[in-house]
């Protein structure tokens, strides 16, 4: 199994997940943000300031699953 860190912040503000991307809304200023993000679709991510509210999409990377095959068994 592996395990996902999400970065850790306190906010005024809203977060959804869909099943293809992570939303954040925040009423934040312009100089107060700072986004730093690693495991996502980097060239896919959004962000947009509009009346002081901060809305950031990011989305999912695909997960691979492993390939499984049926064997059948004799004897």
């Given at each position: 199994?592996?395990?996902?860190?999400?970065?850790?912040?306190?906010?005024?503000?809203?977060?959804?997940?869909?099943?293809?991307?992570h939303?954040?809304n925040?009423?934040?200023?312009?100089e107060?943000?700072?986004?730093?993000?690693?495991?996502?679709?980097?060239?896919?991510?959004?962000?947009?300031?509009?009346n002081?509210?901060?809305?950031?999409?990011?989305p999912?990377?695909?997960?691979?699953?492993?390939?499984?095959?049926?064997?059948?068994?004799?004897?």
């Amino acid at each position: 199994m592996k395990t996902q860190h999400f970065p850790t912040f306190t906010l005024t503000g809203k977060w959804k997940e869909t099943s293809e991307a992570h939303v954040f809304n925040a009423d934040l200023k312009k100089e107060q943000v700072r986004v730093e993000i690693k495991d996502a679709k980097m060239d896919r991510i959004k962000a947009s300031m509009e009346n002081g509210v901060l809305a950031v999409t990011v989305p999912k990377k695909e997960v691979k699953k492993p390939d499984v095959q049926a064997i059948e068994i004799f004897g």
